[in-house]
């Protein structure tokens, strides 16, 4: 089976069973996996390249899942989760009785070609579990109607457009915690730099690619953020399908970035977290038209904006809050038309997100009043940028399940002081 052409990063996964009768894995008497793909290639992969997650993953929910008498009822027949449960534990250890030495048919494979290992997961239904056993029913819908396995099913199938990967990365992986969808859209032409490392979680193989693939010693291979954040998420879930749009939004790929096609399901909510002011009107522009929200959150030295645009309730609302499209767009070309200018510049951020970013240490370096060792044109704090993540992804999962929110909330963490825009 071919996989789609956006989920270049996602590993190979097989059903146990299947690998086995397949010699699609075998092992050799040292213990090392022989993985051959329909190809015809071999990846030999050692022991200490291999990782099983099936004992983890099942005693952990052995800890975590209720009793019968209060676990969720998952069916008409009134079967409790913690009753399916014990069965998959009897069928694992049934399975395991069997086993001859690494050998036994429960659970999948993923091959991660790449880093040349192999790793066993429990079943997806448990694996999905697992990872959202520890958030119990906290994020629940407003009235209160939805059982637990109701707002699983709207998460599930839910499916968050995050374009901008800086940022953006952290209110995808807040979102995948709390949601745990089975799909995710993410889009960046950018790559990491090294002075991302004061804001986004990411190691030496997240920033640059290997002396193997870097065209000469000057290169520096840096890497596409939204390649990256899809290998980081598929380390978690092997089961979730990110669909990389590592060419960035354009006239030309907006479209798909929000219709899908062809396998690629339509998204249900942007996250806008861009950096070019053309495409972040293209994007709310698209999204305006196609009647779906969208929230932007913006870091601001200590203080974290959120922005919410309810085209899903209100098609007629502007492209952002307190400006007029027209002027909004008048100030955005003027960018375009003088490169360079800061001043210019400002003048379209304030269009856009308004005033209350040029507050504490922020104002002084705007103002050209304080020590600036650095020429970033923003400055920006990691502690604020994962608190933005954080507040973006829970207003996604919320809005999913039909909370209210205002336009505009601003948090300042260093001085607890909240502003909220009607």
Do not use: C
């Not at 008497?29 to 993985?35: I, K, L, N, R, S």
């Not at 999913?400 to 607890?416: D, M």
């Amino acid at each position: 089976m071919i996989p789609h052409p956006r989920l270049t990063r996602k590993p190979f996964v097989v059903p146990a069973k299947i690998a086995h009768e397949r010699s699609l894995v075998a092992y050799r008497a040292d213990g090392a996996a022989v993985v051959t793909f329909e190809d015809g290639q071999a990846l030999v992969i050692p022991r200490e390249r291999q990782y099983d997650l099936i004992p983890a993953t099942l005693f952990g929910l052995n800890e975590r899942l209720t009793l019968s008498a209060t676990s969720p009822v998952i069916d008409e027949t009134g079967r409790t989760l913690r009753e399916a449960f014990n069965d998959e534990w009897e069928r694992y250890n049934e399975i395991l009785a069997t086993a001859v030495g690494p050998v036994h048919d429960y659970g999948y494979y993923a091959v991660y070609g790449a880093r040349g290992e192999l790793v066993r997961y429990a079943p997806p239904e448990w694996h999905r579990l697992v990872a959202v056993a520890s958030s119990s029913t906290l994020l629940g819908d407003p009235e209160g109607k939805l059982n637990w396995q109701e707002v699983r099913r709207v998460f599930e199938t839910t499916v968050v457009a995050v374009a901008g990967a800086s940022v953006g990365s952290t209110v995808a992986h807040n979102a995948i915690m709390d949601m745990r969808p089975r799909a995710l859209k993410i889009a960046d032409k950018s790559v990491y730099k090294m002075e991302n490392m004061n804001r986004v979680r990411i190691g030496y193989a997240d920033m640059v690619l290997p002396r193997s693939e870097v065209k000469h010693e000057f290169d520096p291979g840096l890497r596409n953020k939204a390649l990256a954040v899809a290998e980081q998420v598929y380390a978690i879930d092997p089961y979730i399908d990110i669909f990389v749009y590592a060419e960035g939004i354009s006239a030309g790929t907006v479209g798909t970035f929000f219709a899908g096609g062809e396998g690629e399901p339509p998204a249900d909510v942007l996250v806008e977290e861009v950096d070019d002011p053309r495409i972040k009107l293209l994007l709310r522009e698209e999204a305006r038209r196609r009647r779906l929200p969208v929230v932007m959150v913006t870091d601001a030295g200590s203080a974290v904006q959120l922005d919410i645009l309810r085209y899903d309730l209100e098609a007629g609302l502007p492209l952002t809050y307190g400006t007029s499209d027209e002027e909004l767009y008048a100030r955005m070309e003027a960018v375009y038309d003088n490169p360079g200018n800061r001043e210019i510049f400002f003048n379209f951020v304030e269009a856009l997100v308004g005033a209350d970013y040029r507050q504490g240490e922020m104002a002084g370096i705007l103002a050209g009043k304080r020590e600036v060792p650095t020429s970033t044109i923003i400055p920006q704090l990691g502690s604020t940028a994962a608190m933005a993540g954080a507040v973006a992804a829970e207003a996604v999962a919320r809005l999913r399940l039909g909370a209210s929110y205002p336009p505009r909330v601003y948090i300042n963490k260093a001085n607890f002081k909240v502003s909220v825009y009607q």
